[in-house]
């Protein structure tokens, strides 16, 4: 039986001019899900190509879930996005250009070549770069609002998780902490319903991951992660609660990974009507339906806006390319803080 709240989907347009949006930020949203998917989709291009190193991690199907929640955080708010989260990175402001040298290894590329193709983020963006242990990230999260807490700041973290990542004990220390000390953060749950290859039903036993959030002290949510504009409600909604001294909130985004748990995985397992189903509900497929419907995106509106993507990712990519190699002689650099490097240090 299921304990979380379900979100209704957004319908009318003066809803979404309630929660803040006028015509050209929704454009605006269209347009960094069209970079995000882009991005991606270029970066399996280079993969194929032997262009970058690794694995290679894809949200294809999740840019809706990431692009609304991104939209919905302050200047000044701070988040742990995971590798189904490109939109994050898209919307908080990062260039595709160093993305794609991130991808590459390059010297351009957020971590200058020192940490894994998806392990990237912009500090100066209120971003922390996640690490392979993703539920180790909520934790880091809550420290952040911790700290907002202890300093008085009128700021939230928002922690990104998926559900195979709830199974952890991080995930639980997190949450506890974050209940009990009634925490600005908000937990955001990119169900994709597949752990790799397990899926849901072998993960957990509640209806929805969101259900548990009652046990921890605060709100659960679950909103369909394929409706970009419920996502950005719903995130809107825990995030200016949360900033007003309301605690945490559980948002749990249900879409499907559209794509193998990486490029290596074909995703045998997945059922193909399964495939099927969520394809016909694509996150992008269906707010361009909506843009046509209520704000009468017209062809020429729609053209400038893919014109300009395929431009800006054309030129990112070149740019990309042209980015060095990093230089042995420095790999150290900036891996390791030194007392100096810290404001307070620990030893003193």
Same mark, same amino acid.
């Given at each position: 039986m299921a304990i979380a709240r379900e979100a209704e989907p957004v319908g009318s347009l003066s809803e979404v001019k309630e929660a803040g949006l006028d015509r050209e930020d929704l454009l605006g949203i269209y347009r960094n899900m069209l970079i995000t998917r882009g991005v991606e989709e270029r970066g399996h291009i280079l993969y194929r190509q032997g262009k970058i190193p690794g694995s290679f991690y894809t949200g294809r199907g999740n840019e809706a879930a990431s692009t609304g929640v991104a939209t919905a955080m302050g200047p000044d708010?701070?988040?742990?996005?995971?590798?189904r989260d490109m939109g994050v990175h898209i919307t908080r402001g990062v260039e595709p250009w160093k993305i794609f040298a991130q991808f590459?290894?390059?010297?351009?590329?957020?971590?200058?070549?020192?940490?894994?193709?998806v392990h990237m983020a912009d500090a100066k963006l209120g971003m922390i770069a996640?690490?392979?242990?993703?539920? @180790?990230m909520l934790p880091v999260a809550v420290g952040c609002a911790l700290a907002f807490r202890i300093r008085e700041e009128r700021r939230v973290a928002v922690a990104w998780f998926g559900e195979g990542a709830s199974a952890r004990g991080d995930t639980h220390e997190g949450m506890t902490l974050a209940g009990t000390r009634d925490l600005p953060v908000v937990f955001v749950c990119d169900n994709n319903q597949w752990a790799y290859s397990t899926p849901t039903h072998l993960e957990f036993a509640t209806e929805h991951v969101a259900d548990r959030a009652q046990a921890y002290g605060f709100e659960g949510v679950v909103v369909d992660g394929t409706d970009v504009l419920a996502v950005y409600r719903e995130a809107k909604r825990a995030i200016e609660k949360a900033r007003n001294g309301g605690g945490p909130t559980l948002i749990e985004c249900l879409t499907l990974r559209m794509e193998g748990h990486a490029v290596h995985d074909d995703a045998f397992y997945v059922p193909k009507v399964m495939f099927e189903r969520? @394809?016909?509900n694509d996150p992008i497929e269906r707010f361009r339906t909506w843009l046509r419907d209520n704000v009468g995106m017209s062809d020429d509106d729609e053209g400038e806006i893919t014109t300009g993507v395929k431009k800006l990712l054309n030129d990112a990519l070149q740019r990309a390319e042209d980015s060095p190699m990093p230089d042995a002689s420095d790999l150290t650099e900036g891996v390791y803080a030194t007392p100096e490097d810290l404001d307070t240090p620990h030893h003193k």
């Open positions: 708010d701070v988040g742990t996005p995971l590798h590459m290894g390059r010297q351009d590329g957020p971590t200058h070549g020192r940490d894994g193709n996640m690490v392979s242990h993703l539920p @180790a969520w @394809a016909e």
